[in-house]
């Protein structure tokens, strides 16, 4: 095995109990179903991740990346598996059409109940040891068999184990060749922990950006660039009703929304210097901030007061977006405001909608999927420099260059001076959008490449 598989994993694989389980919900309408005739063994993709559809298993941007990719997979018609970590109370195995969502680790998450990443290292292990000699004999082995292909696509460093011993075990039956198997990073967490000859041996390596591209090739790896996409819901019409009591309250301030974990790396600070230019200048800025669990939160919000702003933190009293504008009530006298209450998708396009502009700055952004939904939404994206591939200054988004606060003031001044200008670069960012939903990334990348490895 070239060592690539430890003998403590394959004793645990000898010994290894699974949790398998399958559920499914409605599925994209993108696609047109796949032809193929009666005797055509159909091409089958199983996606490996940590993250997943359940709220017990949503922390960040890569449960929205593969839920969108696997519904719009199964609406175009492919036998689509998404392997990942589960909620434990609910069921193991639900099949609906040809969307299959497998709930691994369950045994283990049921001792932790704080979501996806609690018990993060014995999940990891788990997957690694249990889910490849399950998928090969189970699933992939009896489909390669018949004359079928698969494609396996794995995400982030918890799974680059697991697709290691998938190679291997694969490797050993002799039937590798009938399975493209692709290893795409979203970020460089856990990146001091990849084998990194190892993984590109085993796998296609993918990355969503060139942004993300030009970094791994720092570590001597070439990926190949395959971009996320958007889910059907990222391009609904915001509530007009609540877009429009949104808008009048906000209607003689300029309104921020900026939606992201609270790190450094997001631009939280820039954000917070940013109002507190604006409010020097007498504009009436407003910042809309929801943040993570993360303790950087606590910094921003107290720079934020350190400045001269004035904070206030809300929660939801009910779901929905008519319940995130009762949070959004009596702003007269507050400059930041930070919401406690997670924001569901609904509240999410009022809000990116609505919004003067979104700030998306961050430092160090892979991909950039808050600007990409705030463009889907008829919003205006404002962007950093490095992995927004999608953005373009002047023409779609305002991209900054510079975490100067008066480069982002002399841009929201020309735009209010040019409001026709404003209404441009948002139809041009729905328009930029709609490429990027999760169908045309598949009809136009994912399949294209498969059909280079002889996958599809």
Known sequence: MDGTVGSETIEKVNNATHVNGAAARAVLNGI??????PDETPTQFHIITFEGPDPYSRAGGIASRVSGLTEALAAGGFDTHLWFVGDPGLPGHETRDQLHLHRWCQWISQYHPGGVYDGEEGKRADLAASLPPFLAQEVLLPHLRRGG????????????????????????EGLRERAAILWNANNVF?????????????????????????????????PVVIPNGLAADAFERPEPGAVAELARRLQDRLAFTKIARWDPDKGWLSAVAIVRELKRR??????????GVESHGGEVLAAAAAAGLRVSERAHKRPGAWGTLEALGDLDHVDVVSLRSPVDSDSRRVLLHASTAVLANSRHEPFGLVGLETMAAGGLACTGCSGEDYAVQGQNAVVLQTEDPREFVGAM??????????????????????????????????????????AN
């Open 282 to 291: 007498g504009l009436r800025p407003l910042l809309i901030a929801r943040g």
């Open 190 to 222: 856990g990146f001091d922990r990849i084998n990194w000859q190892a993984i590109e041996r085993a796998a296609t390596v993918t990355t969503v950006s060139r942004y993300m591209k030009h970094l791994m090739r720092g570590l001597g790896v070439d």
């Open 149 to 172: 292909r698969s494609v396996v696509l794995a995400e982030e460093w918890h799974t680059a184990e697991a697709v290691l011993h998938l190679d291997w075990l694969l490797r050993r």
């Open 32 to 37: 047109a179903r796949a032809r193929r005739t």
């Open 413 to 454: 001044h020309r735009l209010r001076a040019n409001p026709r200008e404003e209404r441009a670069l948002r139809r041009a960012g729905r328009a930029t959008a709609r490429r990027y939903a999760w169908p045309q990334i598949v009809k136009r990348l994912l399949l294209p490449r498969l059909q280079l490895l002889g």
